[in-house]
């Protein structure tokens, strides 16, 4: 029969062996974004960043691409530790998620169009009579700035940076609106397609805005750890060394 000795002495390697498994589960951080975000040039980028910072702070990473609009979902019901990717004023349009006060990157929103001589250098100049203008859905910026300014036609959305570039081709809208490594990456791809997107070309940019990660209202005091040891990187050069480096879809 087990002593009282023995078994106390199992009852606290149980107990250990939970509370190792609780820090385990507590040192793994799952950010998320668009999937169009994921497989650009930023998603590689942002993932070479957040790698190094939550490694550096003695944390796991892991970087999910989900579907358009999922994102939002994910992160304001728990699912997920928070988004990876979003604007300073989405603080005003989330309720359980708060913002790293430190950006990692700058990023441009370009005006493309189909075979036209258009131009368009913000988002007031998109203000035009029967212009049909889209997004992406879960652009917040995007979608913020067109529907406070265009009315007739609304502007429209789409699940996907393809889908968006297939309808311009199609003239089924005149200006699709979009990240610009985001549409470099989809329309490399498109391009196996067919040659005619290499007819589909920038009309101006609209708008420059700095990127931050967004965190669960739990991680307040890693949020505040990760934007210091962002800062840090950004001192020593590392945030644009990492832009190069190689990505997880390499």
Not at 210 to 215: E, P, R, T
């Amino acid at each position: 029969m087990f002593s009282q000795y023995n078994i106390r002495n199992i009852l606290l390697i149980f107990l250990a062996t939970l509370s190792s498994c609780a820090i385990a589960v507590d040192t793994k951080i799952v950010l998320v974004s668009s999937e169009d975000t994921y497989h650009s040039k930023y998603g590689c980028w942002l993932y070479n960043i957040y790698s190094e910072a939550f490694s550096r702070l003695g944390y796991k990473f892991l970087y999910q691409g989900v579907p358009g609009g999922r994102a939002p979902i994910l992160a304001e019901d728990g699912s997920v530790d928070g988004e990876i990717h979003r604007a300073f004023e989405y603080q005003q349009q989330t309720t359980n998620l708060i913002r790293v006060n430190e950006s990692h990157f700058n990023v441009t929103i370009e005006a493309y169009v189909y075979d036209n001589r258009s131009k368009y250098n913000s988002w007031h100049s998109l203000d035009k009579e029967g212009l049909r203008v889209e997004f992406r859905r879960g652009s917040k910026r995007a979608e913020d700035a067109l529907s406070k300014l265009i009315t007739s036609p609304l502007p429209t959305e789409v699940n996907t940076t393809e889908q968006g570039l297939k309808k311009l081709i199609k003239g089924r809208v005149d200006v699709f609106v979009e990240q610009t490594l985001v549409f470099d990456r989809s329309k490399h791809a498109l391009l196996a397609e067919s040659t005619e997107y290499n007819k589909i070309y920038s009309a101006g940019i609209v708008d420059t805005l700095a990127g931050y990660a967004y965190l669960n209202k739990k991680h307040s005091r890693l949020a505040k750890d990760l934007a210091l040891m962002l800062k840090k990187m950004k001192a020593e050069g590392r945030v644009v060394q990492l832009k190069e480096q190689f990505c997880y879809y390499d």
